[in-house]
Structures are given as C-alpha cells and as structure tokens.
C-alpha cells in the first residue's frame, strides 16, 4: 500500500472524458493526459482521492460525466471494464447531445412555421418569445417522436448491451479484488 | 392447556379480525392523505416556482425534499413492479415554466463564461466523488427501490387479502405483504438499472440515484437480487407457491417486458395495467391459495384503474416523452388516449356492479360507489371533450383519491364470512363453531 503510494503521483493519471469530438476508441487521446479542445471538463479531481468523480449534468447531453481513475496498479481486466465505461459514456454524450440539440432546433422551427402561417411574430411588444400552447405543439411531438423511432431503437439495443457488459465486467472485477483480499488474509494471518 | 371457545354465530370471533381490518384501513387512509399531501404541496410550490423568478436555479440540495415525492411518479401510470398503485407523476411542468427556466439556465451559461474565474469553484463543488458512503445507503435504496410506490403496491395486496372471503390470518397477511414488498424493490431497482440514461433526460426522473451516480450498477443490480429472491422465496415457501410465482410473473412482466416496450410500442400501457393489477390478485391468492373470480374482479378494478390515471398524467408530458424516445399514447395516439381513459373509468362502474354478484361485497357497494365512480367517469368524459391541461389535471388528481376511497367502501361493505356460514343453520344453535386454540 505504502509503495503504491510513493508510486501514485507519478503513475496515475485522471482519463478525462472523451467528448463528442474525441476519437471514438475507447477515448485514446484522452489516456495521454490532454484535454479535448471542445467539452472537456475543466475540473481536476485532488490528487490524493483514488475514486472516480462524476461532476453536474451536461448542458446539451443532461447526462453526467464521470472522470475515473487509473490506479498504478491497473490489471486488464480493470482496464476493459474502464475503457467500457468510457465508450459508453462517450457514445451516449454523442448521441443525446445531438439529438437534445435537434430537437431544441425543430422545436424552433416549428414554432416560427406556426406562429408565421397565424401572423405573429416570434416576439410579441413586451419582447417575451412567444409560445404555442400544448395543443398546438403535439403535432410537433408527435412528428419527432416518430421520425426518430428507428434511431431510438438502434440507441436502445446499443445500450442494454453495453449496460449488461459493463454491469457483468464490475462483477468480475469485484470478484477479483474480494479474491486477492480473501488471500491477502490468509497470508496476513498465516504469517 | 387446551381451551377450546365455543363461538355463537354472533360474531364475536370477528372483533380481533375487525380490529386488525379497522388498522389496516386507517393506515391505508394515512398513506392516502399524506400521499395526496405531498402532491399538493408539491404542486403548489411549483406554482410559486412560477410566480416568483428565481435569481438562481435551484440547486440538487433543494431538490432533494422532494425525492420521495419524485418516487411516486412512475412514469406509468401502474404501479409497476408489482406495480405500484399508481405510479404518480408529479411534474406537471408548464411550458412556460420550463421556458423560464430555460432562459435562467442561459442566462446562468453566459454569466458564467463572462466570469470563468468566479465561477469554477462553485463549478468544482459540484462534482462529487464516487465513494460509497454507509450513511447515505438508506436513503439510497429506499429512493432505487420507490419506496413509496412500493409502499402503494403493498396496500393494494393487503386490500386484496383484506377481502378475501377467508377468516384473517395475521401470520399469513404479514409475510404476503413483506413478500410483495421485497419483489417491488427488485422490480423498481432493476428498472432504474435500465434506464438511467432516459432517466438523466426527463425532468421527473433526474434526480434517481443511479442518474446522480450515487450508487454503482453493479450494486444496484445485487440489491434487486437480494431484495427479488428472497422476497419470491418468501412467497412461495411462507405463502403458497401460486402467490410466489404471480410475484415472478409480475417481475418479469415489469422489467422485462414493460420497461422495454416503453420505448418499442404504445402496448406498454396496457401491459403496464396489468402490472399494477396482479398486486392485489396476490393478496387474494395468498389468503385463499386459489385464483377464483373475487382474485380477477379485484385486478379487473385496478386494472382499469390505470388507464385513467396514467393517460391523464401522461398527458402533460408530451414534451419530455417525444424527446426522451418514449411511445405513449399521448403523443402517438392522443384520440385513443382519452377514449381508452373514458371507457375504463365506465367500466369501473360495470366491474364494481359484479362485485356483490360474485358474493365478495353486498349489493351496498356498487349503490355507494357510484357517485364516486360517476365523478370519475364524469371528469373522463371532460377530459375525451375538451382535451386539455386541466381536465387531464383534474382527472389525475381525482383518481388518486378515487382508488382508496373505492377499496375503503369495498372493504366497508364486504360479505362477512360469517354471514356465509350463518344461512344453512338451523335455529337453535345446535350448530356451533368451534374453534380450538392451543395455548403451550
């Protein structure tokens, strides 16, 4: 333990999360220490914690990035469950930021169609955006739901089996470690 | 010693049961009011949310009050997992609001890249570390597992042992329902382990523990197994093998079928119903041990309980639905929504009616339940008409009192069942039951 320590400053570094712009394999660029230009988070976790750290909602994905940490003593297997986590939860930014962000865009455009083809404009006198009620935008919500089914059933067969492979890597993960703790024991106890 | 009571049919054996019964009522009516508190409160503060602007967002410790309200909505409208009751939605967010929200939200953004100095550390303090913390692990399970959904599910299996046609065992209720509840934490737990990233995007749902990365998944999921087996065990081996392998079916039929048919198909809801309709058929076979017609009325009313509550809930989130991927009548189909709502809320009228048919309940129940059924229907009819944020508002908010006070009147005018056994004796009371109690 009191090695690993000596060791951690230098050998463990923070694999920060891969963006939407990062490289889409298992966030290579990211394993060398440098930030992505775009969406990268700008926070350094202290360096004496040995846990991940997951940081506030993403303003376009509103899903939470998660840093993790390397230990020194990283084995394979933790490293696959690692990589796992960090393609999922770059492919998943990916995709919900993109797809937050058509939305917001359709949303617009609809509401400007609308609002043009009843005379009005997109701002009333007072300056306030004006709104359609909610009648009038569930023709919107009906479109987009079903123009994006196809895309939603390709993300949902993506992710229960991501789910399931980085639920089932945690597991072995964990069976390993309370293995080599249950022999550590023993030899502790042995001696 | 051996004491033996020779009991009239006067029904003095009835009072330990009544007393047992009258408890379980006036818990089944607290869990209703405070319940129906929450919302309100709930409610109204978001009323004031929009009344009063907010110099700043609200941040997630402020939310969190509000979590346990946040368990009650269940997307849908059953009770799943073993179904909850009924999955309560709070969020009734107005457009408006969420636009509001959404300039603070930018304005926030822009603030903060004028001043990236100021801001990072309280950028910074909002990143948590993912240690797991023992404390904190109650209040996380009890939020993984919707406690209070669960709790709802549980009620409506005690009703359904509650009316059954069978002397009460207290033994036998309290292992049905500890039974129900562990499979409803499994169901819920294994629910949110599929769906945190859907989770993470509607506003209702933001908040769950696996979303906040509070707990990992691969907790999450030995939680369901530890709450799931056990709970399925104790059903089956305390209780009989028929109510242990309904609690099976339904978890199956919860995460297995209903979680991902949300995404495929608008079947999902009426899979969901009868989610939500095999809790009190539970109840039911776990005091009779058998699935008689009394079983299927029972799920039969809480089955079309569902469509009225959830296709008003549903209602008011269209928005989040269509962006979250979610097919919901609501959106695909909003003409069958409200009329499958309305229909149900008729054919509560027509189920309630075979009740004292079926000898579970007198021929009181159905006279004292119509004015409530016929509010019901009546508000389901102003919802098919004027399809609109009151009306679905209205008739979401009624059918939360409207399953309580139902059982509560069935429960009130049920068969007693010794007024079964009274009809074939003879006068003179040379019939007698007797019941032999052991004392060591």
Known sequence: MAAARVLRPSACCRRLLSSSSASCNGGRAAERGERPDSAGPAFRPPAHSRSDWIGPPDTHSNLRPIIFYVPPEESALERRLREARQEAQASNQRFWARHNRAFRQEKEEFIYSRLKAKGLEMRDES?????????EMADFYKDFLSKNFKKHLQYNRDWYKRNFRITFLMGQVALVRALRWLRWRKKNVEQ | GLFVWRLRNTGIQQIPCQFVHLYHVANNRLITFQYFNFLKRMYVTRCNKVLSQRAKPKSDSVVSPYHELQQLDQEKKVVNKISPVSPVHQLWSETSSR??????????????????????SKEDRRWKEMKLRLDDMPGILARLSKIKLTALVVSTASAGFAMAPVPFELTCFLLASFGTGLASCAANSINQFFEVPFDSNMNRTKNRPLVRGQISPLLAVCFAASCGIPGIALLTLGVNPLTGALGAFNIILYTCCYTPLKRMSIVNTWVGAVVGAIPPVMGWTAATGSLDAGALLLGGILYSWQFPHFNALSWGLREDYSRGGYCMMSVTHPGLCRRVALRHCLSLIGLSTVAPVLDITTWTFPIISLPINLYISYLGFRFYRDADRSSSRKLFFCSLWHLPMLLLVMFTCKKSV???????DPPGGSHETVMEIRLP
């Open chain 2, 99 to 120: 636009n509001e929200l959404r300039e603070m939200k930018s304005a926030a953004e822009t603030e903060d890249s004028v001043i990236p100095v100021g801001t990072e």
């Open chain 1, 127 to 135: 300056g306030q955006k004006a709104t359609l009620n909610a009648e």
């Open chain 2, 418 to 424: 010794l007024k079964k056994e009274d009809k074939g």
